[in-house]
């Protein structure tokens, strides 16, 4: 019955990050467009969350490398130290043009679907789409070819 303590945290757990994103308004794109406005109106509130973010997170992370199970018992999936790579490059930047022509990330671009807001309609519906071209293309890599 690990189920519903599971379920329960990560419950738990996406209402605090969504609940911070709203508090902090980095559910509105106009927040996060006036962040990446160097040359204008330069809002440096995105550094103050994203500040706040790390202070949380880097301890965090520092006692779960310490431990084989979470606190519920589940395998650790910590990220794995890995090199630089082309693909890793082109899918930041992409991500990074995507983020400033929107203004959202997934996270918050959830939470504004949530509030209402219609632009995130848009950006929730291409990043679903971006995710199903990315699980067809991985798919189509790992499956053998036959020759010809």
Same mark, same amino acid.
């Given at each position: 019955?690990?189920?519903?303590?599971?379920?329960?945290?990560?419950?738990?757990?996406?209402?605090?990050?969504?609940?911070?994103?709203?508090?902090?308004? !980095?559910?509105? @794109?106009?927040?996060?467009?006036? #962040?990446? &406005?160097?040359?204008? =109106?330069? &809002?440096?509130?995105? !550094? #103050?969350?994203?500040?706040?973010?790390? /202070?949380?997170?880097?301890? /965090? %992370?520092?006692?779960?490398?310490?431990? /084989?199970?979470?606190?519920?018992?589940?395998?650790? =999936?910590?990220?794995?130290?890995?090199?630089?790579?082309?693909?890793?490059?082109?899918?930041?930047?992409? %991500?990074?043009?995507?983020?400033?022509?929107?203004? %959202?990330?997934?996270?918050?671009?959830?939470?504004?679907?949530?509030?209402?807001?219609?632009?995130?309609?848009? %950006?929730?519906?291409?990043?679903?789409?971006? !995710?199903?071209? #990315?699980?067809?293309?991985?798919?189509?890599?790992?499956?053998?070819?036959?020759? @010809?």
């Amino acid at each position: 019955m690990k189920a519903l303590p599971v379920l329960l945290s990560a419950l738990l757990a996406g209402l605090l990050f969504g609940i911070g994103l709203i508090v902090s308004g !980095m559910a509105n @794109p106009a927040k996060v467009l006036g #962040f990446l &406005d160097l040359a204008g =109106h330069w &809002d440096p509130s995105l !550094m #103050f969350v994203m500040g706040g973010a790390i /202070a949380v997170g880097v301890p /965090a %992370f520092l006692l779960a490398r310490r431990r /084989a199970t979470s606190l519920l018992g589940l395998v650790m =999936h910590l990220p794995a130290a890995g090199g630089i790579t082309r693909r890793l490059v082109l899918g930041s930047a992409l %991500f990074g043009v995507g983020w400033g022509i929107a203004g %959202f990330c997934p996270g918050p671009a959830l939470v504004a679907l949530g509030a209402g807001y219609p632009k995130a309609v848009a %950006f929730v519906a291409a990043m679903l789409a971006g !995710m199903l071209v #990315f699980e067809v293309a991985e798919r189509r890599n790992r499956t053998p070819r036959e020759a @010809p």
